[in-house]
């Protein structure tokens, strides 16, 4: 896989695409794990062993958020939270954690923006990406779910390998996400420069869920799990007992059903 495939991945899909997704297919932002994981073992490599900092990567997020501010966009929020950051930080050299934790923050970022997401913010240690469903909720739900499970086959095969030779701990995630309508907002006049972020329930509830996941677990929420093709829903089932989760559904009133996935 080229360099410039990695760091400049296609946001808009054909119509073949859309209609394999609809059957069941891949969608174009998806890639050849194999080769995806090679890549991502090289960089995490050079990164620990020569002090390889990542290229700056230019996602087109912050375009699409200023064209779109003081709008409501539907989207599925993913949330990627890395487990164990604290124990790191008490255990390992800071000038090593800190290139694991940019390195695991980028390699989340690339395998979002492959599977046509974009990545909002690196917070700490997690990762916070968007997948716009405005036109194709379903592509949209499809490929989020795909992106969640390259992630964690890009940490178990890809970094942790790495990380073990030099008997550092292995990685794992919590990921969660959420379907909603949220508002993009810019807190200040420049239209250039001054930050924009999204707020709204698909926010708040996906980082929720995802404090409610496993290691190496996802979860999604019911309005995403609705929104799966009929080949993919199999692979999720409802959990159940989730102790101090009260929301609730603002149509139904019912509590808001939470899914996770089983392969």
Known sequence: MSKDAIENP???MKTKDIVDMMLGGTSSGAVDIETLIKEVQKRVWSSLKKGYEYDYFKDESDK????HVSSKVKMIIVYVDLVGSTQMTLELPTEK???I???????????????DGYVL????????????A????LVAADNAVNCARSMISVIERGINPILNEYDYPDLRVKIGMDFGENTIVRYGGDESN?????????????????SLAKPNQILVGEDVYEKLHPTIKPSFKEVEGLGQWNYRDRE???????YAYVG
């Not at 405005?134 to 909720?137: F, G, H, L, T, Y």
């Not at 930050?195 to 509830?205: E, F």
Request: charged content about 15%.
């Open 121 to 132: 913010k690196f917070v700490g240690d997690a990762v916070i990406g968007y997948f716009v």
């Open 252 to 258: 139904t009133g019912k509590i808001y059903r939470v």
């Open 134 to 137: 405005q036109e194709s909720p």
């Open 97 to 99: 954690l800190a290139i």
């Open 194 to 210: 001054s930050h924009v972020d999204i707020l709204g329930p698909g926010m708040s509830i996906a980082a929720k869920i995802t």
């Open 10 to 12: 296609p946001h808009t």
């Open 64 to 67: 699409f958020l200023r064209e």
């Open 101 to 115: 934790i940019s390195s695991f923050s980028q390699e989340m970022g690339f395998v979002i923006r492959h599977h």
